[in-house]
């Protein structure tokens, strides 16, 4: 069965950390994989999208790792802010068009 | 360009009621979806469209029911809801050739008491 796992499910760290967000998948035949962040209430925003064929993708203070033969990603957050505070989801695609996603982890920077 | 957009944001009903969410995206998206989002579940694909009059099960399909008559809207409709369907609804389009390049609406917030 194809899942997904991220770890932690909630993270507190105070601001100004490095910090890194993980996530697991059992099949690893996928396509792509892809970080969204969800704020309360509100929709998802894609963050990174990282092809199979990639190792990284890096946007601002933000970096995305793939090891495809492992079925691991991690999301790397930079001198973290309060306004990083948000649930991140992950979301691995497959050639079939289907997307399974994460539970994701609640992350909340202290100020 | 208001990319994906969500009508309601909030509904409540009593079980038994019926309604239809709807989703529209100005990006000519050939694929769109449904997904609930449920607390400690993750997104569940409801049903899907790859294009203007087609339409296909996702995970979830039960209790539900889509129509994709223009390309630009997808609809979910509830015959008859039950408190089970208590969930928040997002809507998401994609073009044909970007797999898992999905852009997601705001979400529908609905209650079934």
């Known amino acids: 069965k194809q899942e997904v796992t991220q770890i932690p499910a909630a993270l507190s760290v105070p601001e100004g950390e490095n910090l890194v967000l993980n996530c697991s998948f059992t099949?690893?035949?996928?396509?792509?994989l892809q970080w969204f962040r969800q704020d309360p209430g509100k929709g998802l925003t894609s963050l990174l999208l990282i092809q199979s064929s990639q190792r990284e993708q890096t946007s601002g203070r933000l970096n995305a790792s793939l090891d495809k033969s492992s079925g691991r990603s991690t999301l790397y957050i930079a001198a973290s802010q309060p306004g990083d505070s948000a649930t991140y989801l992950c979301?691995?695609?497959?050639?079939?068009?289907?997307?399974?996603f994460g539970k994701g982890t609640r992350l909340h920077i202290l100020p | 360009n208001a990319g994906v957009t969500q009508t309601p944001k909030f509904r409540v009903l009593k079980t038994g009621q019926s309604m239809t969410l709807l989703c529209a995206q100005d990006m000519n998206h050939e694929y769109m979806y449904w997904y609930r989002q449920d607390p400690g579940m993750g997104l569940r694909l409801i049903h899907y469209?790859?294009?203007?009059?087609?339409?296909a099960k996702g995970e979830v399909p039960d209790g539900y029911n889509v129509s994709r008559l223009k390309k630009q809207n997808f609809l979910l409709g509830l015959e008859s809801a039950a408190p089970s369907q208590t969930s928040v609804y997002f809507c998401?389009?994609?073009?044909?050739?970007?797999?898992?390049?999905?852009?997601f609406g705001p979400g529908t917030r609905l209650t079934v008491l």
């Open positions: 998401a389009s994609r073009k044909r050739d970007r797999y898992n390049e999905q852009f």
């Open positions: 469209s790859v294009g203007e009059g087609t339409t």
């Open positions: 099949d690893s035949a996928i396509y792509n």
């Open positions: 979301a691995v695609g497959y050639r079939d068009d289907k997307i399974i």
